[in-house]
Structures are given as structure tokens and as C-alpha cells.
């Protein structure tokens, strides 16, 4: 794997644009803590046990990361079948939550990915998130039909988001140089390192100060992508 992006970006051969979804195209952050509260609440009346739940920081620390490796690290004290448990009714209450309008889909999402559709990009998924949880934001704001695959984590063939970008790389015969992973957080740097694709880092995403020094472009807003693909 290398550990630097070195090579430009040429626009001329780039094919494939590999979106992830959280702090890339939309942000939970507003929702996500009365998300995990209310699940917990479900799962106390179920169980009627203690847990103490995570704070937003702490949640938002996790965003970005394989769905049981955030619920390891938020809830490392309690069993694996409570985990899932758990975990399932973030997702349920989550995607109600969006199919009802709530959650912030950044500024010129829509009128990027139609143009970039336009253009002829294939246009996919690349995200840690679940695929309902994927899906539910695509349909609700309307980019459903813009995307030509969602592939998520399967923790068997596919175990990291690099695996996702190799999954594609195959799929569609590319190499990486003919791809863009498009992202926020550390994990999508590493997973355009592992399949070695180029980096496009959105810097209004939930990155830490810091968290993210090396990358082939950086982005300041969505529409950026238009001024140079």
C-alpha cells in the first residue's frame, strides 16, 4: 500500500467517482444523538439493564467507521447480541428519521450528481454505513437513479471500504487511476491508499482538525467537483 497520493488526478481518464455518503453528500450530525438515546431507551424497556449512552462527540468521533466497530468502541461493555440489537434500531430510527426530512443533505448535492451524470461518470456508492441506511437517503432526496451501484460490507469478501474500491476496480475493469474516492474521514483516505485509487478530500465533513493531511485534490463544497471534472 502506498502511504502518499503522488500521481494527478487526470480528468481524462477518470471514470469512476466512488462517493461516501456521511459528511460527504449528507450529514447526520443533527439527528444522531436523539437517534442513539431513543434506541437505547427501546432497548432498556426491552432488557431493563443500565447503559450509559454516548455523548454526540463521542458518536460523531466513530462516523465513517464499519457499523460493529462504532458499536464496539461505544458500547464495549455490554454483549455482542446487545450491540446488534442496538445497532439495528439505530438504523430503523434513523431511516425514519430521513425518509421524514430530517438530517442536512449539503449545499448542490443534487445539481453535482446530475451533472456528473450527465457526463457520463459511473457514479457508486463507497460507504461504511448500512445499505438501507445508504438507500433511504439516495431515495429520499432524489439521487437514486444517479447511481449505478451500492455495495457495502459484506465482513466476509468484503470486510473495508478498500475492498469496496477493489470490488469496483473489478467489476468495471479500472485501475486505480481511473477512480475518485470522494470523502471526508481518515477511512476513505485509507481505503483509496489499499486499492490505490486518488483522494478527493471534502473538507466540510466531519474529519477531526488534523485528521486529514494527505490527499490527490481537496474540496471546500460539493460543487467544487464540476470545476475540474
Same mark, same amino acid.
Given at each position: 500500500?502506498?502511504? &502518499?497520493?503522488?500521481?494527478? +488526478?487526470?480528468? !481524462?481518464?477518470?471514470?469512476? /467517482?466512488?462517493?461516501? %455518503?456521511?459528511?460527504?453528500?449528507? &450529514? ?11 434506541? %437505547? ?6 432488557? =431493563? ?10 458518536? %460523531? ?6 457499523? *460493529? ?9 455490554? $454483549? ?5 440489537? #442496538? ?25 453535482? +450528481? @446530475? $451533472? ?22 439516495? *431515495?429520499?432526496?432524489? /439521487? !437514486? !437513479? ?8 459484506? @465482513? =466476509? ?6 475492498? #469496496? ?5 473489478? $467489476? ?6 481511473? #477512480? ?5 474521514? &481518515? ?10 485509487? =486518488? ?10 482538525? !488534523?485528521? %486529514? ?8 463544497? #460539493? ?7
Amino acid at each position: 500500500m502506498n502511504q &502518499s497520493f503522488t500521481k494527478k +488526478i487526470d480528468t !481524462n481518464t477518470t471514470k469512476l /467517482l466512488a462517493f461516501d %455518503i456521511d459528511g460527504t453528500l449528507f &450529514s447526520s450530525e443533527e439527528i444522531i444523538l436523539p437517534t442513539y438515546q431513543e434506541a %437505547i431507551e427501546k432497548f432498556l424497556l426491552s432488557k =431493563h439493564s443500565k447503559i450509559i449512552p454516548p455523548s454526540k462527540d463521542e458518536i %460523531i468521533e466513530q462516523i465513517g467507521k464499519p457499523v *460493529k466497530t462504532i458499536f464496539q468502541n461505544l458500547f464495549p461493555n455490554i $454483549q455482542e447480541k446487545d450491540r446488534d440489537t #442496538i445497532s439495528q434500531f439505530v438504523l430503523e430510527i434513523l431511516c425514519k428519521k430521513i425518509e421524514n426530512g430530517e438530517g442536512i443533505l449539503y449545499e448542490s448535492v443534487r445539481e453535482t +450528481i @446530475y $451533472q456528473l451524470f450527465q457526463k457520463q461518470y459511473t457514479i457508486v456508492t463507497a460507504s461504511n454505513g448500512r445499505k438501507p441506511y445508504i438507500e433511504t437517503i439516495l *431515495k429520499t432526496h432524489g /439521487l !437514486n !437513479n444517479y447511481f449505478q451501484d451500492i455495495v457495502t460490507l459484506d @465482513y =466476509h469478501t468484503i470486510k473495508t471500504k478498500g475492498d #469496496i474500491l477493489d470490488f469496483y476496480k473489478k $467489476q468495471y475493469n479500472l485501475d486505480g487511476s481511473q #477512480i475518485l474516492m470522494i470523502g471526508d474521514r &481518515s477511512s476513505d483516505r485509507d481505503a483509496a491508499l489499499q486499492a490505490d485509487t =486518488h483522494f478527493v478530500f471534502t473538507s466540510f465533513g466531519h474529519a477531526s482538525k !488534523n485528521e %486529514i493531511s494527505n490527499f490527490s485534490k481537496q474540496i471546500d463544497s #460539493i460543487g467544487e467537483l464540476l470545476d475540474f471534472l
